[in-house]
């Protein structure tokens, strides 16, 4: 770090004290400084794949080489102007909104450096500068950091929808950068600017004191030291999307899709024992821990057992029923049309009229084995949302089922999107693998029959599968994700349909 000093008229990071900061403002570029990576290219094609699709990330890559040429031989400012053009040009306002809110979150969160923010996290006031239009960031800044002045390049519209021009003073980069924030601070400057680059300098030298990060790829700030948790977010791709994953992408998606009808086709049309093995020659790996009851015998009378599982996809019911070799009839809270057509075993929607789904369940139980996720909705971190608490009431043939999936392409769920499509998006990944792990069926002194209430029931089965899978309770509902994500209950409907309402949460 000594030769930094020799070369740069700013001291290193290292140097910034960190106590006594309460009272004090910190200005911080947010590309290459707050963030590990400096390249604006995933998270503009992170927004041109979940708001405009495959279509829109294509036009993104094509015009990628031009936005690199000027970027580097013309001006910073113009090689950003092009990307913004090519990922948000007649993009509805609300769709930006709808992803900056609900998607890009973890994917920020999983690139913040660690030494900015051991600097940054303690000041009283935060301002954070960046290149980037502002209402991509502002989610994310605001609801996760706790930032309390962002000063981001604005962008242009028209009637709700953006032009993919940006607004005066243009984009924010060096003396521009700074003119914005003189703008905003008058004569009261931040105590502490911390940059990354040269083009930071002018900003910089504006504060009392700065301090230069160095541009040596780091790890990232690890999950438990976030700021805030991630409980929830959506969006179709799992890994952030750099110029070559995003060509990847874009040349899979056809091929993927015809994968994904045939793995589709042999899980509805074939025999449920012979599913199992289709999948394997189709590439989809299903991995059975533990052991699994027997079917209950119908001739004696005997309930069904009621498997209760975690619940990572819609798909879960499915593969319960492929580790078992039989079709399972599922609970559901809210499945579309396509997914309930398609599907191999039978359905029943709640009708969240608790005294008419008790009835319905019993019924069923009647019929044989039933599979219930009593989570009412996937999560896809390592979390469990709360247990309802209705099935322990119905009986006390009771099997906790630990369901973890692996995907390295596409999330096979979504809150805003067509949930029709949700099957489809997890097949398409090359090589799925999903976890089925039966833990032993619930002791009777356990039941709700030996005296137990059905939320310590409830409660005991969330805490064995999250320890069985490690992962953390939480007391978060269905509602708390939808409302979150989606600005709605989570029920859906046959068809897809836009979200016009503002959304609020990850």
Known sequence: MGQMDDYHPFPAIQKCSSNGRENQTVAVDMDGTLLCDRSLFPYFALVAFEAGGVIRLLFLLLLSPLAGFLYCFVSEAAGIQVLIFATISGMRVTDMESVARAVLPKFYAADLHPETWRVFSTFGRRCVLTATPRIIVEPFLKDYLGVDIIIGTEISTWHGRATGLVSWPGVLVEDTKADAMMEVFGEKMPEVGLGGLETDYPFMKLCQEAYLISQKRVAPLKRHQLPKPIVFHD??????????????????????????????????????????YAFWALGVRVIVKGTPPPPAQQSTNQSGVLFICS???????IFLSVALGRPIAAVTYSVSRLSEFLSPIKTVQLSRDRSKDAAMIEELLKEGDLVICPEGTTCREPFLLRFSSLFA????????????????????????????????????????????????KL?????????KSSHEVANYIQRIIASTLSYECTTLTRKDKYRALAGNDGIVDSKPKVVKRKIMGC
């Not at 060509?247 to 012979?274: D, E, K, N, Q, T």
């Not at 619940?311 to 019911?317: A, E, K, Q, S, Y």
């Open 235 to 276: 969006g179709r791709l799992v890994q952030r999307p750099t110029p070559l994953t995003a060509l990847l992408i874009v040349l899979w998606i056809p091929v993927g899709f015809v994968l994904a009808c045939l793995r589709v086709a042999a899980g509805s049309l074939l025999p449920m024992p012979w599913v199992y």
């Open 311 to 317: 619940h990572r996809t819609l798909l879960d019911p």
């Open 393 to 440: 009431e119905l009986t006390d043939q009771i099997v906790p089922v630990a369901m973890e999936n692996r995907m390295n392409m596409f999330h096979g769920t979504t809150a805003r999107g067509w949930k029709g499509m949700d099957p489809f998006y997890f097949f398409m990944n090359p090589s799925p693998i999903y976890e089925v792990t039966f833990l032993n």
């Open 443 to 451: 002791p009777p002194e356990l039941t709700c029959t030996r005296g």
